[in-house]
């Protein structure tokens, strides 16, 4: 049995090569100055025997490297296959798991990548003897991509530190054969950039602490858009037509999209009298009326904040006033805040705006802001303004919404103890861009990912402590696959900063109620 691994120490990690010959191409890259390549032995037997030297047993992170038979029929000689998950059969008395699971193995995969590597992810089958013919297809059914004979064996027992498992393929039929030799250098010719990918990997191994903004995701606008959908789905069934993206996150647009609803650009894509919803974001007066004249079935999903806003230039248009709406050229928001008085209505996206925009008559002018814009930004400019426009009239209410406040003000307590920020949200979404920006206020690396995925291993070389946030449009369980990766990494200790206490609820559009 393995003896207790010791504390340990950032940066300090063991690469396993089965093979000599393996261990001769992975260390013509090097490690890394703190790591160590250690030449295993081929089999089972040999791996576990190597599993408890001192130098595998106490390594800070563990990592496995060589070759191995691709499972998959796509797969070809010099393809990387990055384990999800370790497999091997369970053997008799053996109480040590069968599956072992590598949560970091998505940002190891991009790693590689990087190294102009072709990568796939997914299992890893270990066996004690070659397979060939239909033993090999019945590992293949499995879902397992690639076999090798070490190892679940080398990585037994280590789940309790980041551990990594590459498998370089070398054959897609028998393990090793005369005419899979040329396969084979192909194979070992691969290793030293797979070696070079392992070294950010190991770089990034270093983080132990995950700290967890609250509040964070969905927020109730976002909640009742996306169940505005799947409730028109199950009262009307598919499809069901949605003008632009019911929210800004490709992986809501993606699973709704599953489900039978359908997303255009514009109204007069839809067959007429087709259901149709729109979007969170809101909609122009135009667009209305050119949903009315293809007599769709429409369903109103603009978050009840944004319909605050389109009140509220309505108003101040009734009453003369030039309008400074103060948000993003081209988002969704603001072309349909625009469209309640186009002629009225002055974009002003920053300071430089702020202190040239032309109004018709200054004693009458008033403003109005996006409700995803960073507070920092408004105050800013909102001060130009008034120095420009002593009689500027302000809306009744703030109208930056209260979840894009309230995530904000958590980012910006939890980046202030960490060293690096990880926010979740897809590249479109104006609220998860800002929580980013908040961050970097705050002196603190910040990255926008949309998934686990996204997450470049270089940001977290040396980090202890990471941050993680989401955009009001990203799902919950995205957070959880990113604390997961996290996890793979070395952190071991999560925790979560509540900087407001949440609890909004929005009735949905009576076309949906049940």
Known sequence: ???????RTDGDWVLCAPMRMEAAALRRAGPGPAGTVVHTGAGRRRSERAAGLPAVDRAGALAVAGVGGGLDETLRPGDVVVATEVRAAPWA???????????????????????GLTVRTGPVVSTERLV????RARLAATGALAVDLESAWLLAGHADRPIACVRVVADTGALVQPSTLGQLRTALATLPAVAAGLQEW???????????????????????????VERALEMHGPPVYVRKQIVHNTHVVADLSRRGAVFVDDVEEIPPGAVTVFSAHGVSPAVRSSAAARQLATIDATCPLVTKVHSEARRFAEHDHTILLIGHAGHEETDGVIGEAPDRIRLVQDVRDAEQVQVDDPLRVSYLVQTTLAADDLTDIVAVLRRRFPSLAAPPSDDICYATTNRQSAVSEVARACDAMIVVGSTNSSNSLRLVEVAERAGTPAYLVDGAGGIDLRWLAGARTVGVSAGASAPPVLVDEVVGALSGLGARTVREHTAVEEDVRFTLPKEVRQ
Not at 1 to 7: K, T
Request: a positive charge; glycine letters at 6%; aromatic letters at 2%.
């Open 93 to 115: 008395g053996d109480p040590r798991p069968a599956t072992i699971a590598l949560p970091s193995a998505a940002m190891l995969g991009d790693a590689l990548r990087r190294q």
């Open 132 to 135: 060939r013919g239909e033993a």
């Open 202 to 228: 190991a770089a990034a191994t270093t983080v132990r602490r995950v700290v967890l903004a609250a509040p964070r995701s969905f927020c109730a606008g976002v909640e009742r858009a996306i169940l505005v």
């Open 1 to 7: 049995m393995s003896a207790p691994a010791r504390q």
